[in-house]
């Protein structure tokens, strides 16, 4: 944040707004930098270059791409339900289905909300689930059928971003089960954190929920289940926010541009590809 209490991609977007400016007039104006012109250049690049919503010409000239598209509300004011979900194993198409939920709302740089339950899923639980998660068949079949639970799931994801460590496994299970369950999907954005680590993170080869906690020296407790992962989830997403936040990521959409860029592998192997890690991450798939 910057002293006069704006983010500097705020102060950039309010100094465009007036028309085009060259790099080190930005450097100078919204970074308070001087010095050696390569190494204004390379402050700015860093701050704005990945943002499709500002755009350089050769000259070193920035400008807005969209005056409609200007930075969004900040960070911390923004609401995010971290969610982790168990089931029965395998996909949706095949019939499996949630049989533990959790959602943890992160908030103004803290965790502000916690909520979780057992569901019913209507079929039986294979036996290396059960030992995986510790949830045996009783406690299900003792809990509500996903159905008189929609309707808060719901209302704790709308409004929201939802996150999850992979979260398109867990956006799949939910949002069709909501879909099934009350007709209504939530029209929300959605962050993965696996996605975030890879980009923020690139050194950390593997980027499943065990590497990344460690990483960050979060501590799971009682993994495999929906509360314990959903919970160590938002404390990773916590870090991850403040790792965005120096490199002067400034609000959601910039957020999530971040976490959509992907690295490609050269001829030489010298950088990460878009797939790595995959065999590390699939395993949070139930």
Same mark, same amino acid.
């Given at each position: 944040?910057?002293?006069?209490?704006?983010?500097?991609?705020?102060?950039?977007?309010?100094?465009?707004? #007036?028309?085009?400016?060259?790099?080190?007039?930005?450097?100078?104006?919204?970074?308070?930098? @001087?010095?050696?012109?390569? %190494?204004?250049?390379?402050?700015?690049?860093? &701050?704005? #270059?990945?943002?499709?919503?500002? !755009?350089? *010409? /050769?000259?070193? =000239?920035?400008?807005?791409?969209? %005056?409609?598209?200007?930075? /969004?509300?900040?960070?911390? *004011?923004? #609401?995010?339900?971290?969610?982790?979900?168990?089931?029965?194993? /395998? @996909?949706?198409?095949?019939?499996?289905?949630?049989?533990?939920?959790?959602?943890?709302?992160?908030? +103004?740089?803290?965790?502000?909300?916690?909520?979780?339950?057992? =569901?019913?899923?209507?079929?039986?639980?294979?036996?290396?689930?059960? %030992?995986?998660? #510790?949830? !045996?068949?009783?406690?299900?079949?003792?809990?509500?059928?996903? *159905?008189?639970?929609?309707?808060? &799931?719901?209302?704790?994801?709308?409004?929201?971003?939802?996150?999850?460590?992979?979260?398109?496994?867990?956006?799949?299970?939910?949002?069709?089960?909501?879909?099934?369950?009350?007709?209504?999907?939530? *029209?929300?954005?959605? &962050?993965?954190?696996?996605?975030?680590?890879?980009?923020?993170?690139?050194?950390?080869?593997?980027?499943?929920?065990?590497?990344? @906690?460690?990483?960050?020296?979060?501590?799971?407790?009682?993994?495999?289940?929906?509360?314990?992962?959903?919970?160590?989830?938002?404390?990773?997403?916590?870090?991850?926010?403040?790792?965005?936040?120096?490199?002067?990521?400034?609000? &959601?959409?910039?957020?999530? @541009?971040?976490?959509?860029? !992907?690295?490609?592998?050269?001829?030489?192997?010298?950088?990460?590809? %878009?797939?790595? +890690?995959?065999?590390?991450?699939?395993?949070?798939?139930?």
């Amino acid at each position: 944040m910057t002293p006069g209490g704006g983010s500097l991609l705020h102060r950039a977007a309010e100094c465009l707004v #007036g028309g085009p400016a060259h790099t080190l007039d930005l450097a100078r104006e919204v970074l308070g930098l @001087s010095g050696h012109p390569g %190494a204004l250049s390379q402050a700015v690049f860093t &701050l704005l #270059g990945a943002d499709g919503r500002f !755009r350089v *010409d /050769g000259r070193g =000239v920035w400008s807005l791409h969209d %005056a409609h598209r200007l930075p /969004g509300a900040p960070l911390r *004011d923004i #609401g995010f339900a971290v969610v982790d979900v168990e089931t029965t194993g /395998g @996909s949706f198409e095949h019939g499996h289905r949630i049989m533990e939920i959790a959602v943890v709302e992160v908030r +103004g740089g803290a965790v502000v909300d916690e909520w979780y339950a057992l =569901v019913n899923p209507g079929r039986p639980v294979p036996l290396f689930v059960q %030992a995986l998660t #510790g949830i !045996r068949l009783e406690m299900v079949w003792a809990a509500p059928h996903f *159905d008189h639970i929609a309707g808060e &799931l719901h209302d704790r994801l709308e409004g929201r971003v939802f996150v999850a460590h992979n979260a398109a496994f867990d956006w799949r299970f939910v949002s069709t089960e909501l879909a099934e369950a009350i007709g209504q999907v939530p *029209d929300v954005a959605r &962050l993965c954190t696996v996605r975030l680590t890879r980009t923020l993170v690139p050194r950390l080869r593997c980027r499943n929920l065990d590497a990344v @906690s460690a990483h960050f020296e979060v501590v799971i407790h009682q993994r495999h289940r929906a509360y314990g992962d959903a919970l160590a989830t938002a404390r990773v997403l916590l870090r991850l926010l403040d790792e965005a936040t120096v490199r002067g990521v400034a609000d &959601l959409e910039a957020l999530l @541009s971040l976490a959509r860029r !992907r690295r490609w592998r050269s001829r030489r192997g010298g950088a990460v590809t %878009a797939a790595h +890690g995959r065999t590390c991450h699939q395993v949070e798939a139930f």
